[in-house]
């Protein structure tokens, strides 16, 4: 486990000392205000939501905690969240990114079900969109969930499905608070 832990460590070495450097790279990378943006999430917050039945999940609450904070340099928020719900408690890391060349947000997912996302995002007027896919067997339904600011201390957050990408049903509904 460590000689293959020492081999992705030698590889992304390699990697940073040959990717190409150019007269614009000489200076320190800045974030950019659409990276700045994401401070939307920042902080700790107590999470809850109730979900209708899904062929995903049972019908039911959930009720957690999570904290995200600034990356080291700056361009990612990175968050860290437990809930209890239907199935269980989960923990989740999340690391919300934007994406300068293809001009849209990512938020990539792991959890301790085994489960890893990831979906795109968009932001308007305060209002954020991810927008994502699962599989169900052979088939793949869509997701989006939408969160809105209530207010500086309050977040709203929609969860939708749809089999089409164009019809969207709500399936959950919770709020955030912030704490700290």
């Known amino acids: 486990m460590r000689r293959a832990l020492l081999g992705v460590s030698v590889a992304c070495a390699v990697i940073a000392v040959v990717t190409p450097v150019g007269a614009q790279d000489l200076k320190e990378p800045v974030p950019g205000p659409e990276v700045k943006k994401l ?8 999470d809850e939501a109730e979900f209708q039945a899904t062929p995903f999940s049972p019908a039911g609450k959930m009720t957690g905690t999570s904290k995200c904070e600034w ?9 860290q969240m437990e809930d209890q719900g239907v199935k269980g408690a989960t923990t989740t890391l999340l690391i919300l990114a934007y994406d300068p060349v293809k001009k849209h947000y990512t938020a990539y997912s792991i959890d301790s079900r085994g489960h890893t996302g990831a979906t795109i995002g968009s932001e308007s007027n305060g209002t954020w969109t991810w927008v994502g ?18 207010s500086p201390t309050e977040v709203s957050a929609q969860v939708e499905t749809s089999s089409d990408g164009r019809n969207w049903k709500t399936v959950g509904q919770g709020r955030s608070l912030k704490v700290k």
């Open 39 to 46: 401070d939307f999430y920042v902080g700790s917050w107590q």
């Open 71 to 79: 990356f080291p340099g700056g361009f990612y928020v990175v968050c």
């Open 133 to 150: 896919e699962e599989s169900l067997g052979t088939d793949r339904v869509s997701f989006r969930i939408i969160n809105a600011a209530v």
